[in-house]
């Protein structure tokens, strides 16, 4: 299983959130969780990770129709595990500020 942490700004948009909004994003954390475990290297195409331009090494996931989260990997805290670090969550708008 990853490990995560979230920043302050991340957890501040969570809070912002509909209780909908949070359920559809823990479904999209899920699925992005499996694939994380398969270790393939890539996501399944209905999550639509992808680098955010603006921000080398940081990576935006939808996980509704205009719901986005950024992300990206932090240092290992279990050795082998992946740890990512969750920065924003909202919509497309994030994205000036990932």
Known sequence: MPTYETTSRFTADHRRLTPEQR???????????????????CFR????VKGVRSAPGVFELTWDGNGRATWQYG????????????????THDILTGP
Do not use: K, S, T
């Not at 559809?24 to 393939?40: E, I, S, Y």
């Not at 195409?45 to 639509?48: I, K, M, N, Q, V």
């Not at 240092?75 to 969750?86: E, F, L, S, Y």
């Open 75 to 90: 240092p290992a805290i279990r050795p082998g595990v992946q740890h990512v670090i969750w920065r924003r969550i909202g």
């Open 45 to 48: 195409a209905g999550l639509r």
């Open 23 to 41: 359920r559809r994003f823990r479904q999209a954390v899920n699925a992005f969780v499996d694939d994380l475990r398969a270790g393939r290297g």
